[in-house]
Protein backbone atom coordinates (compact mmCIF):
# COMPACT_ATOMS: atom_id res chain seq x y z
CA UNK A 1 0.00 0.00 0.00
CA UNK A 2 2.86 2.42 0.86
CA UNK A 3 4.58 2.09 -2.35
CA UNK A 4 1.31 2.49 -4.08
CA UNK A 5 0.76 5.77 -2.35
CA UNK A 6 4.43 6.79 -2.77
CA UNK A 7 4.20 6.74 -6.69
CA UNK A 8 1.19 8.23 -6.85
CA UNK A 9 2.36 11.12 -4.86
CA UNK A 10 5.29 11.33 -7.00
CA UNK A 11 2.88 11.34 -10.31
CA UNK A 12 0.64 13.43 -9.02
CA UNK A 13 3.38 15.96 -8.18
CA UNK A 14 4.93 15.52 -11.76
CA UNK A 15 1.66 16.29 -13.45
CA UNK A 16 0.41 18.67 -11.71
CA UNK A 17 3.29 20.27 -9.97
CA UNK A 18 3.77 23.05 -11.81
CA UNK A 19 0.16 24.58 -11.75
CA UNK A 20 0.80 24.25 -7.84
CA UNK A 21 3.43 25.96 -7.49
CA UNK A 22 2.26 29.22 -9.54
CA UNK A 23 -1.26 28.48 -7.56
CA UNK A 24 0.48 28.63 -4.59
CA UNK A 25 2.68 31.26 -5.75
CA UNK A 26 -0.25 33.78 -6.99
CA UNK A 27 -2.08 33.20 -3.00
CA UNK A 28 1.84 34.21 -1.51
CA UNK A 29 1.65 37.04 -3.55
CA UNK A 30 -1.94 38.52 -3.19
CA UNK A 31 -2.25 37.84 0.64
CA UNK A 32 -1.23 41.74 1.25
CA UNK A 33 -2.26 42.99 -1.93
CA UNK A 34 -4.16 45.49 -0.68
CA UNK A 35 -1.95 47.11 1.51
CA UNK A 36 1.24 47.04 -0.60
CA UNK A 37 -1.01 48.67 -3.81
CA UNK A 38 -2.53 51.31 -1.76
CA UNK A 39 1.30 51.98 -0.57
CA UNK A 40 2.47 52.95 -3.43
CA UNK A 41 -0.14 54.83 -5.00
CA UNK A 42 0.01 58.44 -3.46
CA UNK A 43 -2.78 60.57 -3.50
CA UNK A 44 -6.00 61.33 -0.92
CA UNK A 45 -7.06 59.64 1.40
CA UNK A 46 -10.46 61.18 2.15
CA UNK A 47 -13.14 59.30 4.56
CA UNK A 48 -16.24 58.42 3.24
CA UNK A 49 -18.44 61.12 2.78
CA UNK A 50 -21.86 58.76 0.91
CA UNK A 51 -23.05 62.36 -0.95
CA UNK A 52 -19.91 63.26 -2.44
CA UNK A 53 -18.81 60.15 -3.23
CA UNK A 54 -22.18 59.27 -4.60
CA UNK A 55 -22.03 63.02 -6.71
CA UNK A 56 -18.60 62.21 -8.06
CA UNK A 57 -19.64 58.51 -9.56
CA UNK A 58 -22.75 60.20 -11.45
CA UNK A 59 -20.46 62.94 -12.47
CA UNK A 60 -18.05 60.06 -13.59
CA UNK A 61 -20.86 57.94 -15.31
CA UNK A 62 -22.53 60.77 -17.02
CA UNK A 63 -19.03 61.54 -19.16
CA UNK A 64 -19.03 57.61 -19.63
CA UNK A 65 -19.68 55.69 -22.64
CA UNK A 66 -20.30 52.44 -19.99
CA UNK A 67 -22.81 51.88 -16.69
CA UNK A 68 -21.81 52.26 -13.49
CA UNK A 69 -22.25 48.71 -11.79
CA UNK A 70 -20.28 48.62 -8.63
CA UNK A 71 -18.70 50.64 -6.08
CA UNK A 72 -16.04 47.94 -4.48
CA UNK A 73 -14.13 49.06 -0.84
CA UNK A 74 -10.41 49.02 -1.67
CA UNK A 75 -9.02 46.15 0.28
CA UNK A 76 -5.84 48.17 1.52
CA UNK A 77 -7.58 51.26 2.75
CA UNK A 78 -10.75 52.23 4.46
CA UNK A 79 -10.86 55.40 2.60
CA UNK A 80 -10.56 54.21 -0.72
CA UNK A 81 -12.60 53.09 -3.28
CA UNK A 82 -13.41 51.22 -6.91
CA UNK A 83 -15.89 52.84 -9.55
CA UNK A 84 -16.71 50.08 -11.67
CA UNK A 85 -18.12 50.64 -15.16
CA UNK A 86 -19.25 47.89 -17.35
CA UNK A 87 -19.21 48.42 -21.10
CA UNK A 88 -21.79 46.61 -23.66
CA UNK A 89 -19.40 43.21 -23.64
CA UNK A 90 -19.48 43.24 -19.93
CA UNK A 91 -15.90 44.12 -19.42
CA UNK A 92 -15.22 46.37 -16.61
CA UNK A 93 -13.35 49.25 -15.65
CA UNK A 94 -11.88 50.02 -12.71
CA UNK A 95 -11.94 53.90 -11.46
CA UNK A 96 -10.43 54.19 -8.05
CA UNK A 97 -11.33 57.16 -6.02
CA UNK A 98 -11.04 58.63 -2.04
CA UNK A 99 -13.97 58.62 0.16
CA UNK A 100 -15.48 62.19 -1.53
CA UNK A 101 -14.42 60.78 -5.32
CA UNK A 102 -11.43 62.49 -6.00
CA UNK A 103 -10.09 60.28 -8.74
CA UNK A 104 -6.45 58.59 -7.93
CA UNK A 105 -6.40 56.05 -10.89
CA UNK A 106 -8.04 54.21 -13.65
CA UNK A 107 -7.55 50.88 -15.00
CA UNK A 108 -8.94 47.64 -16.57
CA UNK A 109 -10.76 45.35 -13.73
CA UNK A 110 -10.93 42.08 -16.04
CA UNK A 111 -9.57 42.15 -18.99
CA UNK A 112 -6.88 42.93 -20.73
CA UNK A 113 -3.94 41.26 -18.27
CA UNK A 114 -1.73 42.59 -17.05
CA UNK A 115 -2.98 45.74 -17.93
CA UNK A 116 -5.05 45.58 -14.41
CA UNK A 117 -1.81 45.58 -12.29
CA UNK A 118 0.66 42.51 -11.54
CA UNK A 119 -1.45 41.96 -8.39
CA UNK A 120 -5.06 41.76 -10.22
CA UNK A 121 -3.48 39.32 -12.56
CA UNK A 122 -2.30 37.27 -9.87
CA UNK A 123 -5.61 37.29 -7.98
CA UNK A 124 -8.17 36.42 -11.38
CA UNK A 125 -5.00 33.52 -12.14
CA UNK A 126 -4.89 32.31 -8.40
CA UNK A 127 -8.63 32.66 -8.44
CA UNK A 128 -10.05 31.57 -12.11
CA UNK A 129 -7.20 31.14 -14.01
CA UNK A 130 -7.72 34.00 -16.23
CA UNK A 131 -10.68 31.77 -17.69
CA UNK A 132 -13.68 32.29 -16.14
CA UNK A 133 -16.26 29.78 -15.28
CA UNK A 134 -13.96 27.06 -16.74
CA UNK A 135 -11.13 28.14 -15.03
CA UNK A 136 -12.88 27.47 -11.26
CA UNK A 137 -13.94 23.97 -12.15
CA UNK A 138 -10.41 23.18 -13.36
CA UNK A 139 -9.21 24.86 -10.04
CA UNK A 140 -11.21 22.86 -8.01
CA UNK A 141 -10.24 19.88 -9.73
CA UNK A 142 -6.72 20.73 -9.32
CA UNK A 143 -7.25 21.25 -5.82
CA UNK A 144 -9.29 18.03 -4.59
CA UNK A 145 -5.54 16.54 -6.76
CA UNK A 146 -3.85 18.72 -4.24
CA UNK A 147 -5.51 17.96 -0.96
CA UNK A 148 -5.56 14.32 -2.31
CA UNK A 149 -1.48 14.45 -2.57
CA UNK A 150 -1.01 16.27 0.58
CA UNK A 151 -2.67 13.57 2.63
CA UNK A 152 -0.87 10.68 0.59
CA UNK A 153 2.30 12.18 1.87
CA UNK A 154 1.50 12.50 5.29
CA UNK A 155 0.40 8.68 5.13
CA UNK A 156 4.12 7.69 3.82
CA UNK A 157 5.93 10.02 5.79
CA UNK A 158 4.02 9.11 8.89
CA UNK A 159 6.75 7.56 11.55
CA UNK A 160 6.88 3.82 12.85
CA UNK A 161 6.29 3.41 15.96
CA UNK A 162 9.74 2.73 17.12
CA UNK A 163 10.69 6.24 15.13
CA UNK A 164 10.36 9.54 18.27
CA UNK A 165 8.91 12.77 16.70
CA UNK A 166 11.75 14.64 17.95
CA UNK A 167 14.17 13.02 15.60
CA UNK A 168 11.41 13.32 12.60
CA UNK A 169 10.59 16.94 12.98
CA UNK A 170 13.98 17.93 13.96
CA UNK A 171 16.11 16.03 11.34
CA UNK A 172 19.38 17.79 11.50
CA UNK A 173 22.18 18.15 8.46
CA UNK A 174 24.24 14.63 9.15
CA UNK A 175 24.05 12.17 6.33
CA UNK A 176 24.44 12.41 2.32
CA UNK A 177 22.53 15.55 0.44
CA UNK A 178 19.63 13.11 -0.85
CA UNK A 179 18.54 11.93 3.02
CA UNK A 180 18.95 15.80 4.13
CA UNK A 181 16.38 17.05 1.48
CA UNK A 182 14.28 13.51 2.30
CA UNK A 183 14.42 14.67 5.96
CA UNK A 184 13.63 18.17 5.64
CA UNK A 185 10.58 17.90 2.80
CA UNK A 186 9.27 15.32 5.83
CA UNK A 187 9.30 17.36 8.35
CA UNK A 188 7.89 20.32 7.00
CA UNK A 189 5.21 18.66 5.59
CA UNK A 190 4.46 17.48 9.02
CA UNK A 191 4.55 21.09 10.61
CA UNK A 192 2.05 22.77 7.88
CA UNK A 193 0.12 19.88 7.31
CA UNK A 194 -2.98 20.86 9.08
CA UNK A 195 -3.09 24.63 8.06
CA UNK A 196 -2.22 23.32 4.50
CA UNK A 197 -5.13 20.68 4.71
CA UNK A 198 -7.45 23.49 6.10
CA UNK A 199 -6.37 26.44 3.47
CA UNK A 200 -7.02 23.95 0.64
CA UNK A 201 -10.12 22.42 1.25
CA UNK A 202 -11.83 25.81 1.68
CA UNK A 203 -10.33 26.90 -1.23
CA UNK A 204 -12.03 23.94 -2.79
CA UNK A 205 -14.98 24.98 -1.26
CA UNK A 206 -14.80 28.57 -3.14
CA UNK A 207 -14.80 26.59 -6.34
CA UNK A 208 -17.69 24.12 -6.20
CA UNK A 209 -20.96 24.74 -5.72
CA UNK A 210 -21.51 24.70 -2.06
CA UNK A 211 -24.01 27.18 -1.22
CA UNK A 212 -25.98 24.59 -3.36
CA UNK A 213 -25.30 21.51 -1.39
CA UNK A 214 -25.40 23.70 1.87
CA UNK A 215 -29.06 24.63 0.67
CA UNK A 216 -28.19 28.28 0.72
CA UNK A 217 -30.63 30.48 -0.23
CA UNK A 218 -30.62 34.18 -0.10
CA UNK A 219 -33.97 35.89 -0.43
CA UNK A 220 -34.73 38.44 -2.99
CA UNK A 221 -36.74 42.09 -2.31
CA UNK A 222 -40.00 41.55 -3.38
CA UNK A 223 -40.37 44.76 -5.68
CA UNK A 224 -43.65 46.88 -4.65
CA UNK A 225 -45.98 49.32 -6.04
CA UNK A 226 -45.06 53.22 -5.57
CA UNK A 227 -46.22 56.25 -6.63
CA UNK A 228 -42.48 58.09 -6.70
CA UNK A 229 -41.07 58.78 -9.92
CA UNK A 230 -38.00 60.32 -8.51
CA UNK A 231 -35.05 58.58 -8.71
CA UNK A 232 -33.34 57.44 -5.75
CA UNK A 233 -29.13 58.53 -6.33
CA UNK A 234 -26.50 56.08 -4.88
CA UNK A 235 -24.98 58.87 -2.16
CA UNK A 236 -28.64 58.67 -0.35
CA UNK A 237 -28.52 54.60 -0.87
CA UNK A 238 -25.41 54.17 0.57
CA UNK A 239 -26.63 56.55 3.50
CA UNK A 240 -29.47 54.83 4.42
CA UNK A 241 -27.87 51.36 4.69
CA UNK A 242 -25.03 52.79 7.14
CA UNK A 243 -28.16 54.58 8.92
CA UNK A 244 -29.13 51.24 9.29
CA UNK A 245 -25.94 49.96 10.74
CA UNK A 246 -24.03 52.51 12.00
CA UNK A 247 -21.21 50.76 13.51
CA UNK A 248 -20.74 49.25 9.58
CA UNK A 249 -18.22 50.20 6.90
CA UNK A 250 -19.04 50.32 3.56
CA UNK A 251 -18.11 47.27 1.04
CA UNK A 252 -19.47 46.81 -2.21
CA UNK A 253 -22.97 48.44 -3.66
CA UNK A 254 -24.76 46.95 -6.76
CA UNK A 255 -26.23 49.15 -8.60
CA UNK A 256 -30.05 49.00 -10.27
CA UNK A 257 -31.05 47.65 -13.62
CA UNK A 258 -33.84 46.79 -15.21
CA UNK A 259 -33.99 43.43 -13.57
CA UNK A 260 -32.89 44.52 -9.71
CA UNK A 261 -34.85 48.03 -9.54
CA UNK A 262 -32.43 48.18 -5.93
CA UNK A 263 -29.42 49.56 -4.59
CA UNK A 264 -27.94 46.28 -2.91
CA UNK A 265 -26.01 47.60 -0.23
CA UNK A 266 -22.94 45.21 1.28
CA UNK A 267 -21.77 46.48 4.78
CA UNK A 268 -18.93 44.97 7.11
CA UNK A 269 -20.63 45.00 10.67
CA UNK A 270 -18.91 44.44 13.74
CA UNK A 271 -18.28 40.92 14.91
CA UNK A 272 -18.03 39.50 11.30
CA UNK A 273 -15.02 37.53 10.24
CA UNK A 274 -14.57 39.03 6.75
CA UNK A 275 -11.76 41.61 6.76
CA UNK A 276 -13.04 43.92 3.98
CA UNK A 277 -16.03 42.33 2.21
CA UNK A 278 -18.48 41.63 4.72
CA UNK A 279 -22.05 39.80 4.16
CA UNK A 280 -24.53 41.60 5.83
CA UNK A 281 -26.74 43.44 2.61
CA UNK A 282 -29.38 46.11 2.85
CA UNK A 283 -31.53 46.24 -0.41
CA UNK A 284 -32.83 50.03 -1.16
CA UNK A 285 -35.79 50.92 -3.42
CA UNK A 286 -34.39 52.97 -6.37
CA UNK A 287 -37.64 55.05 -6.84
CA UNK A 288 -38.31 55.75 -3.13
CA UNK A 289 -35.38 54.64 -0.88
CA UNK A 290 -37.31 52.34 1.30
CA UNK A 291 -35.25 49.18 2.63
CA UNK A 292 -36.80 46.50 0.71
CA UNK A 293 -34.91 44.09 2.89
CA UNK A 294 -32.17 43.52 5.56
CA UNK A 295 -29.97 41.06 6.03
CA UNK A 296 -27.46 41.48 8.97
CA UNK A 297 -24.43 38.62 8.54
CA UNK A 298 -25.07 37.33 12.18
CA UNK A 299 -28.43 36.75 11.53
CA UNK A 300 -28.07 34.30 8.73
CA UNK A 301 -29.24 30.90 8.60
CA UNK A 302 -26.51 28.42 10.03
CA UNK A 303 -26.21 26.95 6.70
CA UNK A 304 -25.36 30.53 4.76
CA UNK A 305 -23.07 31.32 7.95
CA UNK A 306 -21.84 28.28 7.40
CA UNK A 307 -21.12 28.79 3.86
CA UNK A 308 -19.36 32.39 4.07
CA UNK A 309 -16.90 31.18 6.21
CA UNK A 310 -14.64 29.46 3.48
CA UNK A 311 -13.21 32.57 2.11
CA UNK A 312 -12.07 34.07 5.21
CA UNK A 313 -10.61 31.26 6.24
CA UNK A 314 -8.84 30.33 2.93
CA UNK A 315 -6.99 34.01 3.34
CA UNK A 316 -6.77 33.64 6.53
CA UNK A 317 -8.25 36.93 7.57
CA UNK A 318 -11.02 35.45 10.11
CA UNK A 319 -8.01 35.31 12.73
CA UNK A 320 -6.41 38.92 11.76
CA UNK A 321 -2.91 39.71 10.81
CA UNK A 322 -1.92 36.76 12.62
CA UNK A 323 -3.92 34.46 10.25
CA UNK A 324 -3.12 36.23 7.20
CA UNK A 325 0.63 36.04 8.28
CA UNK A 326 -0.07 32.28 8.83
CA UNK A 327 -1.42 31.94 5.26
CA UNK A 328 1.80 33.71 4.05
CA UNK A 329 4.11 31.14 5.95
CA UNK A 330 1.94 27.71 4.72
CA UNK A 331 2.24 29.36 0.95
CA UNK A 332 6.20 29.67 0.83
CA UNK A 333 6.54 26.31 3.41
CA UNK A 334 4.62 24.96 0.37
CA UNK A 335 6.87 26.62 -2.59
CA UNK A 336 9.87 25.51 -0.26
CA UNK A 337 8.36 21.36 0.20
CA UNK A 338 7.66 21.63 -3.70
CA UNK A 339 11.81 22.67 -4.42
CA UNK A 340 12.74 20.20 -1.56
CA UNK A 341 10.50 17.39 -3.84
CA UNK A 342 11.87 18.36 -7.17
CA UNK A 343 15.41 18.05 -5.99
CA UNK A 344 14.75 14.95 -4.00
CA UNK A 345 13.24 13.54 -7.14
CA UNK A 346 16.32 14.93 -9.20
CA UNK A 347 18.76 13.70 -6.93
CA UNK A 348 17.35 9.86 -7.01
CA UNK A 349 16.57 10.38 -10.59
CA UNK A 350 20.41 11.06 -11.09
CA UNK A 351 21.16 8.23 -8.52
CA UNK A 352 18.87 5.59 -10.54
CA UNK A 353 21.13 6.79 -14.03
CA UNK A 354 24.49 6.20 -12.23
CA UNK A 355 23.27 3.07 -11.20
CA UNK A 356 22.25 1.34 -14.34
CA UNK A 357 24.83 2.89 -16.44
CA UNK A 358 27.31 1.11 -14.01
CA UNK A 359 25.55 -1.59 -14.19
CA UNK A 360 25.55 -2.18 -18.19
CA UNK A 361 29.19 -1.03 -18.30
CA UNK A 362 29.70 -4.22 -15.97
CA UNK A 363 27.86 -6.24 -18.44
Not at 13 to 20: A, P, V
Not at 277 to 300: C, I, P, Q
Not at 303 to 312: G, L, Q
Not at 345 to 351: G, I, L, N, Q, S
Amino acid sequence: MRSFLRATHKYLSLTFGILWVLQVLSGVLITFRGEIEEALLHGASQPLDPALLGAAAERLAATRAETLAYVMASQGSPNRYDLLFKDRNGLLQAVHVDGVGTVLRERPYNHDYPAPGWFATAHDFHEALLAGDRGKLFLGFSGALLLSNLLFGLAIAWPARTQGWRRVLLPGLSGPFGANVYKWHRALGFVIALPAIIIVSCGIAQQWPVDAWLAVHSPQPKQHATDSARTIVLGDAIATALARHPQATLSLVTLPDSNQPWYKVRLRTPGEIRRVFGKTAVYVDSHDGNVLLDREALAMPLNERIANTFYPIHTGEFLGLFGRLMVLAVGLSLLTMATLGACLWWTRRRASQSLLKTQTGSQ
